[in-house]
């Protein structure tokens, strides 16, 4: 049973355009939501977070949007970089419970 | 600061032999945690620690894998005996609060 899902293994994005990359969630007592970023032989680095009680929360290039109606969560990067190429988990979880993580997308910046 | 070591980074091992694994965490950040990361899949959480004491291990498969945090500070990972579907990358990881910061993770080949 998947609680975190990335539905798109992969996407490429040109150099300076924006990537978009989604996350839909099944459990509704989901109450904090993470986006992890990970380079090859490399272990997941934290990039952004945000709490239910938000709808938008940004951070340089990287905003991450909340839509609790829908389950649903996006993470945003503009303008997006060719070090930006990386695999990309999402996760959340419960105030109580464990992180679950999604099984990632992979994201490729073409110069 | 250093971040969270593991070690090894790589091993290679046949089918019913025993392997361990080890991390030393951020120094000060109570919490470790060891994950599964199966290729194409997240992390999967096998156990968590508060420091010496085992906060969720829900998801370890006691029958070969153990693990321990003595002092609080270093943990090992342990699988005796290996199986197949074993081979994934271990990663520990540790925080202090909702953050979690990852070691390079341990990739097993099991044979």
């Known amino acids: 049973d998947q609680q975190v899902k990335q539905n798109s293994p992969s996407l490429s994005v040109q150099e300076g355009r924006i990537s978009i990359l989604n996350c839909d969630y099944t459990?509704?007592?989901?109450?904090?939501f993470l986006w992890y970023k990970k380079y090859p032989a490399e272990g997941p680095t934290f990039l952004i977070s945000?709490?239910?009680?938000?709808d938008k929360n940004e951070d340089g290039r990287f905003t991450v949007f909340l839509n609790k109606s829908a389950k649903h969560l996006s993470l945003h990067i503009v303008p997006s970089q060719p070090g930006d190429s990386a695999v990309y988990f999402c996760a959340a979880k419960t105030s109580y419970d464990k992180v679950i993580f999604g099984p990632g997308t992979s994201l490729s910046v073409i110069p | 600061e250093a971040g969270v070591a593991q070690s090894p980074r790589y091993k290679i091992i046949e089918k019913r032999q025993s392997v361990a694994f080890w991390c030393n965490p951020i120094?000060?950040?109570?919490?470790l945690y060891w994950y599964q990361q199966i290729l194409g899949q997240g992390p999967k959480l096998l156990i968590q620690f508060q420091n010496n004491g085992v906060v969720d291990d829900s998801q370890l498969p006691k029958d070969r894998f153990s693990a321990e945090r003595l002092k609080g500070v270093d943990s090992t990972l342990k699988i005796q005996p290996a199986k197949l579907e074993d081979s994934a990358v271990y990663l520990c990881?540790?925080?202090?609060?909702?953050?979690?910061?990852f070691g390079p993770g341990t990739r097993l080949l099991v044979l």
């Open positions: 459990n509704s007592m989901f109450d904090y």
């Open positions: 120094s000060g950040h109570a919490t």
């Open positions: 945000i709490s239910s009680i938000k």
């Open positions: 990881a540790s925080s202090t609060g909702e953050t979690q910061y």
